[in-house]
Every structure is written in structure tokens, then in C-alpha cells.
């Protein structure tokens, strides 16, 4: 890719530059290495430039994709549906809710974007055109997934956080008294509307993370255990003489049906399920994602839950992005005209522009 685009830009051993090179390609591989502007998607039967001044872009985002869009993010120029996240957690856990409540990802055609906790807006802009009446819209559905990161007013205390506390200015957290009548739903359409447009919509979770969420909406004791065993996967993956995970999860559980004894309220004992993300030893959320795909998946197998049941279970936003992005959600899909996950998969042109 290096010695076409050489070529390409009269910088080869001959100086040439009448040269135009068009490459068609289904690999992220040679998607990763193409310059972003350079490159032109072809879905729906209509050609997309992502050239500058075509997409809603800035100068900044093409330097910023250059450096950060590397060959698995460049999955989503070849998908029918996107999910954007901001973690290891919920690139782990997400494609297994979505097959436990039979909506996989992979039949589908959904790739996950895990981005890292930046730029999550950058990506999604990919997706949108600067003259969409002109041009048409890249009718490919965008669902991004990002946290509301307010605390219930229990929480901080519970997290380990000392009182008294700073003042607000002074601190990065925020908890729900914070915020005057109407400022939540304000901060959340604000965050909602940031990377919302054409067919990419945000889903913000409905309280704090996804974790806390997880626990606050049916999931407490699992995140729990998930949590714990976490914290022990050390010595679990210890050769010689490793801990049991039964005897971890059993000693887990029980402590959990004690701690619900003594927090009646939703939200202090999901937040007490929260805390060991945050009290040393922390959990680390990417292994507790792993422990928690491998016990929803026991669950369902045992009957325990259905699809159905563990679909109510979850966030009503986890469930949105889900139903968005794999087409499932008709509503939805009418934001952008929806064609959604029914269009084919789309194939990239690089070359210069």
C-alpha cells in the first residue's frame, strides 16, 4: 500500500504523478493503511468519498482517524450495522448479550468499534455526509454506547469516596443532587445529540456505567460474582494448586443474599456491587465482563433465564443500541430513512482523491 500510494503521488523513483491507482478491497488490512481521504465506500449501490468536505469530519478528525484507525477498527467500513464503545467491558460482554437475547452481532454483519474511551464522536462522524440531500445518506446504522457517569447521591460514600466533599468545581464526579430539576435530561441530550444524526445514534446509559447499571436493572448478583471472581482471577489461574471457581462463586453468592438483606434500596446495593470496581483490590472490568458473559451464558443454558426474561433484565439503552444497530428496531431505524442491517455489505475503493 505504501509503494501504490508512492506512486500514486508522483514520489516514486520515476516522479511520476500522472498516475490515478484504484483498489477494491473486502480486507481491513488494506482498508487500515489507505489515507482516510482517499477513501471512497461503496453501500447501497452508491459511491461514498470520505474525502474532505464530503463527511462532517474536521481537519482534526482526519489527523486523529490517521493515527488511531488501525486495522480492527477498520472493520466497520465492511459492516451492515456498528456499535461504537468506549471499553475493553463492553466489547467483551455486548456481543454476548446480543446472542443470549437473539440478536448476534455476527449474523447480523455488526462489528464493534472499541475506541478506548476517545474519540468516539470522531468515528461516528465516518458515517455522516456533509450534503446529505445532495449526496444521499451512507444508510449503514451507527449505535454508540457511552456513559451518563452521574453517581446516585448513596454512591459516593459507598465507592470510597471521603467526606466532606470538594466543592463541585473542584472535583471531576458528579452526583445526581448536583444537577437542578431538568438538568439530567438536559446533560443527557446533550450528550445524546454530540454524535446523534443521518443513521448513527447515541445511547447513553440511564445512571452511571454500564456496570452499575447492569446491577441497578436485574443483574446485581451476577455483576457481583462476575466482580469477585475477578478479583480472585489470579489465583483461580494459578498452576499447581488454583481456587476453585465454584468455591468462589459460592462464597460470593451467599454474601450477596447478606448484603441484600441489609440494602433494601436499588440503587445502594447496586452501588455496593459497583464498588468493587473502585476499592482496592479493584476488579478489573474487562475480566468481570469475561466472567459475566460465561455466567449469563450458564444461565441460559440451565434455564435459569430465556432470552426474553434476560432481555427485561437489561438497560433499556443497552437493549436500544442492540435492537438500532442489528436492525431490529423499526422505530429507530426510521431516524435515518432506515434501511439499516437489509442493505449489502459495503465494500471500500482507496485511490487518491
Not at 481521504?37 to 470520505?50: E, M, N, Q, Y
Not at 462489528?111 to 458515517?127: D, E, H, K, T
Not at 456533509?130 to 445518506?137: F, I, N, P, R, S
Not at 443527557?188 to 445514534?201: L, P, Y
Request: hydrophobic share 40%; proline share 5%; charged share 25%.
Amino acid at each position: 500500500m505504501q509503494f501504490l500510494a508512492e506512486q500514486s503521488s508522483g514520489t516514486g523513483n520515476k516522479g511520476q504523478n500522472e498516475i490515478q491507482i484504484i483498489l477494491t478491497t473486502h480486507s481491513p488490512n488494506l482498508a487500515s493503511a489507505i489515507p482516510l481521504d482517499s477513501i471512497v465506500l461503496i453501500h447501497g449501490g452508491k459511491a461514498f468519498t470520505l474525502a474532505r468536505g464530503h463527511t462532517e469530519l474536521s481537519p482534526d478528525d482526519y489527523r486523529f482517524l490517521q493515527r488511531f484507525l488501525d486495522v480492527t477498527k477498520s472493520n466497520l467500513f465492511f459492516a451492515r450495522g456498528v456499535m461504537i464503545v468506549e471499553g475493553d467491558a463492553e466489547n467483551i460482554l455486548l456481543p454476548t448479550l446480543a446472542r443470549l437475547i437473539e440478536m448476534d452481532l455476527s449474523s447480523h454483519g455488526v462489528s464493534i468499534v472499541n475506541v478506548g474511551g476517545v474519540g468516539l464522536r470522531r468515528f461516528a462522524r465516518i458515517f455522516q455526509r456533509k450534503d446529505a440531500a445532495g449526496e444521499g445518506l451512507l444508510k449503514v446504522p451507527v449505535a454508540c454506547i457511552t456513559d451518563m457517569d452521574v453517581m446516585p447521591d448513596c454512591a459516593p460514600v459507598i465507592v470510597g469516596k471521603r467526606e466532606p466533599f470538594p466543592a463541585l468545581k473542584d472535583r471531576r464526579w458528579r452526583k445526581k443532587s448536583d444537577f437542578a430539576a431538568g438538568e439530567l435530561d438536559a446533560r443527557r441530550e446533550a450528550i445524546r445529540a454530540k454524535a446523534s444524526g443521518q443513521f448513527v445514534e447515541t445511547f447513553v446509559s440511564d445512571g452511571w456505567t454500564l456496570e452499575y447499571d447492569l446491577a441497578l436493572h436485574g443483574l446485581a448478583e451476577e455483576v457481583w460474582v462476575a466482580a469477585t471472581l475477578a478479583q480472585q482471577d489470579e489465583k483461580i489461574n494459578e498452576p499447581g494448586k488454583p481456587e476453585n471457581i465454584a468455591n468462589v462463586t459460592e462464597a460470593a453468592e451467599a454474601e450477596f443474599r447478606e448484603m441484600q438483606e441489609t440494602y433494601g434500596n436499588a440503587e445502594e446495593l447496586a452501588s455496593h456491587v459497583y464498588s468493587l470496581f473502585t476499592k482496592s483490590p479493584k476488579a478489573s472490568k474487562s475480566i468481570a465482563a469475561q466472567y459475566l458473559s460465561e455466567i449469563l451464558e450458564g444461565k441460559v443454558k440451565c434455564g435459569t433465564y430465556n432470552a426474553e426474561s434476560l432481555a427485561k433484565r437489561l438497560p433499556p439503552y443497552v437493549t436500544g443500541a442492540l435492537r438500532y444497530a442489528t436492525g431490529n428496531d423499526e422505530d429507530e431505524a426510521e431516524n435515518g430513512n432506515g434501511e439499516g442491517a437489509t442493505t449489502p455489505n459495503t465494500e471500500v475503493t482507496g485511490g487518491p482523491a
